[in-house]
């Protein structure tokens, strides 16, 4: 099971960081994500990080404001979000990867997801 949180209302300009916790072993194994999901828009990947945290992903659109990390050892990753905007209002969940495996960031498989925690930047 996966478990956010760190969620809140907050001001546009603030920092916020969103923790997730991993239950289960398994999951030291896979890459893990961060995404987020507005009202009336689609799911948006936000941020991903590799089984040993030496590769990580962000879409070029979200590069410099947002980082993730994980601590295996703790079975937690985080998102670490600067300088939020009204714009990043949104529920945000974390994901483990499941099979099919890829390589390929855009296509890997979540299998496993969170219950989602909600992000609110007021202007």
């Known amino acids: 099971q996966l478990v956010e949180s760190g969620g809140g209302l907050v001001q546009a300009g603030d920092s916020l960081r969103l923790s997730c916790s991993a239950a289960g072993r398994r999951f030291l194994l896979y890459a893990m994500g961060w995404f987020r999901q507005a009202p009336g828009k689609e799911r948006e990947f936000v941020a991903g990080i590799s089984w040993n945290g030496e590769n990580t992903y962000y879409p070029d659109s979200l590069k410099g404001r947002f980082t993730i990390t994980r601590d295996n050892a703790m079975n937690r990753i985080w998102l670490q979000i600067n300088n939020l905007v009204p714009e990043d209002t949104a529920v945000y969940y974390c994901?483990?990867?499941?099979?099919?495996?890829?390589?390929?960031?855009?296509?890997?498989?979540?299998?496993?997801w969170g219950q989602g925690t909600q992000v609110t930047v007021s202007s």
């Open positions: 994901a483990a990867e499941g099979p099919p495996f890829s390589d390929d960031w855009l296509t890997k498989t979540w299998g496993s």
